[in-house]
């Protein structure tokens, strides 16, 4: 790239092409770009490995990045805005080498508020749910969409949303597709205006690993393991409109590391991928829940 400095009519400073402007002893001259003969550095190699690897990733989902930095991070905004802020911020590197921080990541900045508290749901196989809670947030507006996004940085695949649902539906779903069938997938969500003026920073929400197969089994080493009786499956019945049971929020994960020496007993779900809440325990002495996003009421007897 090269500027003019003295208006149209004057010379230029820099490269454009094969050819390199510059002044000397106050003359404006051209001259062409030299053949480099020197084979390149080192450096050179790592700056150019490491470039391409944050370029391979922005690019596969360029539309997206174009639209959540716009005017944002450089003057330009956009594709070399998202190249530029990921290279400084989300590349990494260990002593396997370089690598991206999923968690560090952006597909979009900007002043606009986010979302409050958002969640994804692994309804189906192939079908994700982003929940969030909808409240009234200064600066925000009712109509301004989500951006979703779900990608494969190994192997360089996404699918995402550009302009999804409004803030004010609280929900939106990702349609995942057969090449990204059992991969990990690193999962995002922003916020762009109604118009299309701001965008908000994007929000990380975790690394999913999707699950195959008509249903998930219950492992039997683990009850040899805490030595305690086989529990029965869980029972699924229809949830009444009128029922309203208090909220009760649990983490989606657990670590069976920690419960060493910790007697547990596990339970399948019927339905895939679905968020257990509003827990209850009833007179005698059994649990009660709710599956979030399916409307149905599920028993554990104890």
């Keep these: 790239m090269a500027k003019i400095t003295k208006g149209l009519l004057g010379g230029f400073s820099g490269k454009v092409g094969t050819v390199v402007g510059y002044t000397l002893y106050g003359i404006d001259r051209m001259r062409s770009l030299p053949d480099r003969t020197a084979p390149p550095t080192a450096n050179e190699l790592k700056n150019r490995s490491r470039f391409k690897l944050v370029q391979e990733v922005v690019n596969c989902i360029k539309d997206l990045v174009k639209v959540g930095f716009k005017d944002y991070w450089t003057v330009s ?51 994700l749910r982003f929940n969030w809670k909808v409240v009234a ?22 699918v995402y949303q550009c302009t999804g649902n409004f803030r004010s539906s609280g ?3 990702l349609q995942l597709p057969e090449e990204l069938k059992g991969k990990e997938v690193d999962l995002y969500i ?24 008509p249903e998930l089994q219950e492992k039997p080493e683990l009850q040899k ?3 305690l009786p086989e529990k029965p499956r869980l ?22 590391s920690l ?26 002495g059994n649990l009660w829940f709710t599956e979030m996003m399916a409307d149905r009421l599920g028993t554990i007897p104890l």
């Design 190 to 213: 922003a916020v762009v205006a109604k118009d299309r003026c701001s965008q908000s920073e994007s929000q990380y929400l975790g690394r999913l690993r999707r699950q195959e197969g």
């Design 171 to 173: 929900t939106d779903v």
């Design 225 to 227: 393991e805490t030595g």
């Design 77 to 127: 905004g956009g594709t070399r805005a998202a190249l530029s802020y990921n290279r400084r911020f989300a590349l990494k590197t260990n002593e396997e080498g370089d690598y991206i921080d999923p968690a560090e990541f952006k597909i979009s900045g900007g002043t606009l508020p986010g979302l409050t508290t958002p969640v994804v749901v692994q309804e189906r196989e192939d079908l």
């Design 259 to 284: 419960c060493t020496g910790v007697p547990f007993s596990t339970h399948v779900v019927p339905s895939r991928s679905v968020m257990m809440h509003r827990i209850r325990k009833d007179k005698d």
């Design 137 to 158: 947030i200064d600066g925000g507006s009712p109509y301004d969409q989500v951006m979703l996004l779900a990608i494969d940085m190994e192997d360089r695949k996404a």
């Design 235 to 256: 029972q699924i019945v229809q949830l009444p409109s009128h029922v309203r049971l208090p909220e009760i929020r649990l983490s989606s994960t657990i670590n069976l």
